[in-house]
């Protein structure tokens, strides 16, 4: 199965400023898709943003947007002008497009970030 | 006001008993799924329906049990052989020929051991 690191547990921005998220995947497959997830403290999951690996730009959503790094299986989520709003958990996911089924989508272990007024 | 309702928003069980985990949807969604969640780990799939009266096992299914006898309701028994199931539960729908990742997900329920 793939697997998908994010190895900051917690992170902090001051409000107005930018801040970087960073997720690492394993995986032996050449056609997939990755995303990130936002859960606030309602803690309902809502997708912010896709990328397709055979895209090489990056996704944009507004202020937010990605550095997808294929090579190095890097994918960091970029949080720009960060507004209070923002505060919450964002967890990395991989979608196969090899595998089908509803186990095709990994989940990481989240990032808890805090927004400083 | 289309979504999804899961009940309770905190349920606590005590050892040796059966507790069921409502989750209900107006969406008209086919698909929905159950995930758990657990401090320092992602989420993981208990279980999914595709269609009524049908349903597939997915990465932790075992201590679970689900049932879909119509499409808006789609309700997650933990079992007592469930021997760790402190945990936050997600229930989540799709329609039909979006992608697994396009998922509406509830609020969640928080369920304890006591």
């Known amino acids: 199965a793939q697997t998908v690191t994010q190895s900051q547990p917690e992170m902090s921005v001051q409000e107005a400023e930018t801040v970087t998220l960073s997720c690492t995947y394993d995986?032996?497959?050449?056609?997939?898709?990755l995303f990130w997830y936002k859960q606030p403290p309602s803690r309902q999951m809502i997708l912010v943003i896709r990328q397709e690996a055979y895209k090489q730009q990056n996704a944009t959503e507004n202020r937010f947007s990605v550095n997808f790094q294929k090579a190095a299986k890097s994918f960091s989520l970029k949080i720009s002008d960060s507004q209070l709003g923002d505060a919450a958990m964002y967890f990395c996911?991989?979608?196969?497009?090899?595998?089908?089924?509803?186990?095709?989508?990994?989940f990481g272990t989240g990032t808890r970030l805090t927004v400083i007024p | 006001d289309g979504g999804i309702t899961q009940s309770p928003k905190y349920l606590f069980r005590k050892e040796g008993q059966n507790v069921t985990l409502s989750c209900e949807q107006n969406?008209?969604?086919?698909?929905m799924y159950w995930y758990r969640q657990d401090p320092g780990q992602g989420l993981r799939l208990i279980y999914y329906s595709q269609i009524v009266n049908d349903f597939q096992k997915g990465d932790i299914a075992e201590g679970y049990s689900v049932s879909r006898e119509k499409k808006e309701s789609f309700p997650l028994t933990v079992t007592s052989a469930q021997k760790n199931p402190t945990a936050f539960y997600l229930c989540?729908?799709?329609?039909?020929?979006?992608?697994?990742?396009?998922?509406?997900f509830g609020s969640g329920t928080q369920l304890s051991v006591l």
């Open positions: 989540a729908t799709k329609d039909r020929g979006l992608p697994n990742e396009k998922l509406f």
């Open positions: 995986t032996s497959e050449s056609d997939y898709y």
């Open positions: 996911a991989y979608r196969s497009e090899i595998q089908t089924g509803a186990n095709n989508l990994f």
């Open positions: 969406l008209n969604h086919d698909a």
